[in-house]
């Protein structure tokens, strides 16, 4: 397994952007598929993007899609996640997570949180309208 941090969570207006980062341990990095999810308070944690472990093959929620921008640098054991144009219904503590197993391909669906090992303990992002 990897350990995750994640950091870049802030507040932020409508319409402003942030980037969350997630540093990785260990050497096997490249090897894992990332993602990102996110848990407003009462709600389930849900997936917002992920990344094959090249970082050829990228997912998006949505409600994302357009605004949010997924990346990593293996040679850094850091993946992003870029967030645009956001919006008072994306405030919400937001998780990086690794997967061993997961192949992200286009078109896949139903990336749920068990498909991943390893995750961090999460950043908190306001969005004030």
């Known amino acids: 397994q990897v350990q995750l941090l994640e950091s870049g969570g802030g507040l932020v207006q409508a319409g402003g952007s942030l980037r969350l980062a997630c540093s990785a341990s260990g050497r096997t990095f490249s090897t894992y598929s990332m993602g990102w999810f996110r848990q407003a308070p009462g709600k389930e944690r849900e997936f917002v993007s992920a990344?094959?472990?090249?970082?050829?093959?990228?997912l998006y929620e949505a409600s994302v899609k357009g605004r949010f921008t997924i990346s990593r640098d293996n040679a850094k054991n850091t993946a992003y996640l870029q967030m645009n144009s956001l919006k008072p219904e994306d405030t919400a503590v937001y998780y990086c997570?690794?997967?061993?197993?997961?192949?992200?391909?286009?078109?896949?669906?139903?990336?749920?949180?068990?498909?991943?090992?390893?995750w961090g303990q999460g950043t908190q992002v306001t969005v004030s309208s």
């Open positions: 997570a690794a997967s061993a197993s997961l192949v992200v391909m286009p078109g896949l669906k139903g990336v749920t949180p068990g498909l991943f090992d390893s």
């Open positions: 990344i094959s472990w090249r970082g050829r093959n990228t």
